[in-house]
């Protein structure tokens, strides 16, 4: 049986309609520093509240995610599915809505919405971005069982943005069913690290063991032995929080 992660999120608290001032957002196409100005309104739903950041978010018009999997291919999306609480991400042209849990008070959701907004615009980062998806390995297929598809998940929304912050990635290959080993391709800094062997095993393995049982091991792709490391293990215990 597949055990989803767990989330726990803090008490419940009353929303408010305010503008969030961000200085200094760097912007990869502009010199120099900006300003940026993200205001937030209420809607009918108390669970619900309205980010805008004052510029496009959506251009195609609207679109909906209702968990973390189906936010796989948007960065802003995935950042913000990140948050403690958050249950439902919706996209407008010019505009974000955010929705919470009843555990989660609105007094911590919203100030790491707006760092979550805010650092995705100067990121530079498109809103959808399908293509960079599938080249890590981590796009779900109509074909792929719910193992796989739980696989994929773990390594997109709680392995890669961690090995990221490292200068690295991971490539998803391939899930033997029989063998129970996850196949992967390290690169960047992680591809050849000299500290390998404590964190494939120690970290990588272990939460993809722990929320899919069916996984017995985690190996490189190209190495008979599997062990390479990714990241500090903290760094991975820190995403799982």
Same mark, same amino acid.
């Given at each position: 049986?597949?055990?989803?992660?767990?989330?726990?999120?803090?008490?419940?608290?009353?929303?408010?309609?305010?503008?969030?001032?961000?200085?200094?957002?760097?912007?990869?196409?502009?010199?120099?520093?900006?300003?940026?100005?993200?205001?937030?309104?209420?809607?009918?739903?108390?669970?619900?509240?309205?980010?805008?950041?004052?510029?496009?978010?959506?251009?195609?018009?609207?679109?909906?995610?209702?968990?973390?999997?189906?936010?796989?291919?948007?960065?802003?999306?995935?950042?913000?599915?990140?948050?403690?609480?958050?249950?439902?991400?919706?996209?407008?042209?010019?505009?974000?809505?955010?929705?919470?849990?009843?555990?989660?008070?609105?007094?911590?959701?919203?100030?790491?919405?707006?760092?979550?907004?805010?650092?995705?615009?100067?990121?530079?980062?498109?809103?959808?971005?399908?293509?960079?998806?599938?080249?890590? &390995?981590?796009?779900? +297929?109509?074909? #792929? *069982?719910?193992?796989?598809?739980?696989?994929?998940?773990?390594?997109?929304? !709680?392995? $890669?943005?961690?090995?990221?912050?490292?200068?690295?990635?991971?490539?998803?290959?391939?899930?033997?069913?029989?063998?129970?080993?996850?196949?992967?391709?390290?690169?960047?800094?992680?591809?050849?690290?000299?500290?390998?062997?404590?964190?494939?095993?120690?970290?990588?393995?272990?939460?993809?063991?722990?929320?899919?049982?069916?996984?017995? &091991?985690?190996?490189? +792709?190209?190495? #008979? *032995?599997?062990?390479?490391?990714?990241?500090?293990?903290?760094?991975?215990? !820190?995403? $799982?929080?």
């Amino acid at each position: 049986m597949i055990r989803r992660p767990p989330r726990s999120t803090p008490k419940p608290s009353s929303a408010a309609s305010d503008v969030y001032k961000r200085q200094s957002v760097d912007h990869p196409s502009r010199r120099g520093a900006r300003t940026m100005f993200i205001q937030t309104q209420t809607t009918p739903n108390p669970m619900s509240l309205m980010f805008q950041p004052g510029r496009e978010v959506y251009a195609e018009g609207s679109k909906n995610f209702s968990n973390a999997r189906e936010a796989m291919a948007s960065p802003l999306a995935k950042r913000l599915f990140a948050i403690e609480g958050v249950t439902n991400v919706f996209f407008g042209i010019d505009f974000v809505t955010v929705t919470k849990g009843e555990d989660a008070e609105w007094e911590t959701v919203k100030p790491q919405t707006f760092e979550a907004i805010t650092n995705f615009y100067a990121s530079g980062e498109t809103v959808m971005d399908e293509e960079k998806l599938a080249a890590s &390995g981590t796009a779900i +297929a109509e074909d #792929d *069982d719910e193992i796989v598809a739980m696989i994929k998940e773990l390594l997109e929304t !709680r392995i $890669r943005p961690a090995v990221a912050e490292d200068g690295g990635d991971i490539v998803f290959k391939a899930f033997d069913p029989e063998s129970g080993l996850v196949t992967v391709q390290l690169q960047g800094s992680c591809d050849g690290c000299p500290s390998s062997s404590v964190t494939l095993k120690s970290g990588i393995e272990n939460m993809l063991m722990h929320y899919v049982p069916e996984v017995k &091991g985690v190996v490189q +792709a190209g190495q #008979d *032995d599997g062990e390479m490391d990714l990241l500090d293990l903290a760094d991975l215990h !820190r995403g $799982r929080k």
